[in-house]
């Protein structure tokens, strides 16, 4: 499949799968959750769904939550969206976010360093 059709329909899952969050959802825990990308496979039926949370938990728990509600968020990715097979959607935490700040911690660490001496 084209290329630019998949990114421009990753787009449209973040768009929508966030916008569920903030409209539909009555759980407390989604409303922390950030959506910050989507893949789809080139036959549309698999995404993966990348996310971050602000919460204290554990990500393999977050993720567990997500999944069990994937059918929910499915529903509402159907409906807004016209293709002819509503892709899978497994969600992913996303490190990248914790990542950078580990780095850019460590970078500030080592100029303080530089400054004392």
């Known amino acids: 499949m084209n290329n630019i059709k998949i990114k421009r329909i990753n787009n449209e899952l973040v768009k929508v799968i966030s916008q569920t969050i903030a409209d539909e959802s009555t759980d407390k825990i989604l409303h922390t959750v950030t959506i910050t990308g989507a893949d789809t496979s080139a036959d549309l039926s698999f995404a ?47 490190n990248s976010i914790a990542y950078a700040t580990n780095i850019e911690k460590k970078i500030n660490q080592i100029h303080q360093k530089e400054e004392e001496k």
């Open 48 to 94: 993966k769904i990348y996310f971050t949370s602000l919460t204290d938990k554990e990500p393999k728990e977050l993720e567990k939550e997500m999944n069990e509600a994937s059918d929910f968020f499915r529903k509402f990715v159907a409906q807004e969206l016209d293709l002819r097979q509503t892709p899978k959607l497994k969600f992913v935490y996303d």
